[in-house]
């Protein structure tokens, strides 16, 4: 995220007039970079960054090389490829978020960073909720309950805990089963490893 608190996505596309359209479309609703090929893209990749849209064809660091570079380095972005290729094994095993294929309309573009911002924020939701249910469990296996619940932070805590649920809840409304669903849970396993 940006300083101005905007989400920033950083579009990587080795068309000039591409990446200006695409810049066209998604600056009004967020702070964007651009990059008009791999290695600029590496540069211009820090923890600010929150969705990335991807070209797989480029030259020089292809898009497929980029990715693998952003998965080694385990940023918290969502990526979003964007490519006149159709998808095949091989950038199916690299683990990005979603898949679009050219040409696209600004319609699908908005979409698919919101969607990936959402997807992003309910990860971060449910980080938290584990935290905080850990940190309940730890407090409840060393302290007998009714001394617990005398405790202010306890109740601040376990109320904190409601909240995320009844958050976590309402996100899940707001899923596709087909897109969002493996992805999500893609994402919890690999914060378990």
């Not at 030259?59 to 979003?80: H, K, Q, T, Y």
């Not at 319609?107 to 997807?119: H, W, Y």
């Not at 249910?133 to 932070?153: F, I, M, T």
């Not at 649920?165 to 969002?180: V, Y």
Request: negative net charge; aromatic residues 6%; contains cysteine.
């Amino acid at each position: 995220m940006s300083d101005e608190g905007r989400e920033t996505v950083l579009i990587v596309e080795d068309e000039q007039e591409m990446l200006e359209i695409y810049e066209l479309w998604l600056g009004d609703r967020f702070d964007v970079r651009t990059a008009l090929d791999g290695e600029a893209a590496l540069s211009s990749l820090d923890g600010d960054v929150d969705v990335v849209l991807l070209d797989r064809m480029m030259p020089g660091l292809s898009g497929d090389e980029v990715l693998a570079r952003i998965n080694d380095r385990a940023l918290d972005c969502r990526v979003a490829i964007v490519s006149a290729l159709d998808p095949d094994f091989d950038i199916v095993l690299e683990g990005f978020d979603t898949y679009l294929t050219k040409p696209v309309d600004e319609g699908d573009l908005i979409e698919t960073v919101e969607t990936l911002l959402r997807r992003s924020e309910y990860d971060d939701r449910v980080g938290e909720y584990y935290e905080l249910v850990s940190q309940r469990a730890a407090l409840e296996a060393n302290h007998p309950v009714p001394e617990l619940e005398e405790d202010d932070r306890y109740a601040e805590l376990s109320e904190r805990i409601e909240e995320l649920e009844a958050e976590l809840d309402g996100h899940l409304t707001e899923f596709s089963a087909d897109e969002d669903y493996p992805v999500l849970l893609r994402d919890a396993s690999r914060e378990t490893e």
